[in-house]
């Protein structure tokens, strides 16, 4: 097995589910063929953030129906002044899809083009935030 580490492109193998995935939940027959990205390693299992475009068509309706809900949840309890100084990009934000599975199920992918990077430091989001507040405030 190839060493894996965060960040690296995956793909989840395809089998069936044994007695011993129902009892740890770390592998469902549904995840086989997911293609994502390793976010976090925790021993033996990763998290792995899930490109969306693999989902199964169900799968995507249904993460795409809630992601909706979810959206309008959080902008209908926003005051009316508050949701005015949103931006767009702002109101249209995504619900990532993560699943936690075992390593050995694992395996290298490709590296895609819009797959994500690797996480932002603190200087990093700290020097982002910065930009935002200044470019907010010019605009008010």
Sequence with gaps: MAKLSEGDPVVVAKRDQSAADVKSGL???HYGGLTGTILKIYGEEASVLVDKDTLPSDMEKRHSE???AMRQRWLDGL????RNKLSASEKAFG??????VSLTDLTKGKKRDDAPMKRASEADLSEAEAKFLAERAAKN
């Excluded at 005051?79 to 508050?82: D, K, L, P, Q």
């Excluded at 619900?95 to 936690?100: E, M, R, T, W």
């Design 95 to 100: 619900l990532n899809y993560a699943v936690l």
């Design 79 to 82: 005051s009316e002044e508050a």
């Design 66 to 68: 809630n992601e909706k």
């Design 27 to 29: 592998y469902y027959s």
